[in-house]
Structures are given as C-alpha cells and as structure tokens.
C-alpha cells in the first residue's frame, strides 16, 4: 500500500512538472513567435488555450491550478498589473473545469465556443482591473478581444487536433486530476 502511494505521488509531480514545462513553453512562443503572426495587431491568445485545454481536460482543480501558473508567470512579465492574471486565468479554469462534464468537449465547434467565450469572460475580468477607464476596456473589448477571440478559438482547435490529442490530452475521456 505504501509503494502505490509513492507511486501516486511520484505521478502527480511528474504532471505538475509536465504542466509548468508546457506553461514555460506556451508562454515563451507567446512572446515571440505570436507576434510574428498577428493580423491587424490582434493574435491568438496561446495561455489561455492553454488553461481552456488543460480545464476541459482535468477538471475544475486542474483547470484552477494551470489558470494560476499561467496567470502568475505571465504577470511577471507585466508587474504593475500583478495577480490580475493569475485572478482573471484561475476563474475562467475554474469555470470551464465546472462546465466540462456537462459539454461534449471533443467536438470542435464546442471547444471554439467555449475559447470565445473564455476570451470574453478573462478580458471582463482583467481589462476592468488594468484599465484606467470603464470606456477604454470597452473599446479594448470590441478592437481587440472579439477578433483575438475568434484568432483564439482558431488556433485553439488547430493546436487540439495537431499537439494536444497527440500526446495524450485527449478530450473523449476525462484525464486524471493534477492534484
């Protein structure tokens, strides 16, 4: 009994150290190879993908855990907004976790839905918190995050068929918890 709790353990540190590699990964192709690809200064948003893909995957606790790592290290990136990631990503994990037993996650028109929907519901949470006026974010909301979002859901899809189904995130069975 004791070795299968080793064992246990030893497997969830290995995913939790698979999750910050890919979160280290997404985040250093954000900042530079998704500059490279924007159309009309608008790109996909590649962490939160990320959190929309590892929610749908493990659920709530999971999707909380990776919203925060994302939104934690990417607020390194921006200090005098810090926190206000890690809050806007742990919610939208959170809710796509919850919302992911009840939605048929492997068709693709649910998971573009669901990352239009996740870029619209982050974007009402960090923008108000980042901005200096209520007016600006709303400009922000329609120039930038109604495009990036439909970008988003795009890529999203795109990135699910060719990377994530591949090594094992597949969505027609729910993955394990992280923690």
Avoid: N
């Avoid at 990964?25 to 954000?30: C, D, W």
């Avoid at 925060?68 to 990631?85: I, K």
């Avoid at 982050?122 to 709303?138: E, K, Q, R, W, Y």
Wanted: glycine residues 12%.
């Amino acid at each position: 009994m004791e070795r299968r709790r080793a064992g246990s353990w030893k497997g969830r540190l290995a995913a939790i150290l698979r999750l910050v590699a890919l979160v280290l990964f997404v985040l250093l192709v954000q900042l530079t190879l998704i500059r490279r690809i924007r159309i009309l200064g608008v790109g996909p948003d590649l962490a939160l993908i990320l959190v929309v893909y590892s929610a749908l995957w493990a659920g709530a606790v999971g999707g909380t855990a990776a919203g925060f790592l994302v939104g934690l290290l990417q607020g390194l990136s921006s200090p005098v907004h810090f926190g206000s990631h890690a809050l806007a990503k742990s919610i939208v994990g959170f809710g796509v976790g919850t919302l992911s037993p009840h939605v048929v996650r492997e068709s693709l028109a649910t998971q573009a839905a669901i990352i239009v929907g996740t870029q619209l519901v982050h974007d009402l949470i960090f923008l108000p918190l980042t901005m200096d006026t209520v007016g600006s974010a709303f400009v922000v909301l329609g120039a930038q995050t109604l495009p990036g979002a439909a970008y988003s859901a795009a890529v999203g899809c795109l990135i699910y068929r060719v990377f994530l189904k591949p090594i094992g995130m597949d969505l027609t069975s729910h993955g394990t918890s992280l923690l």
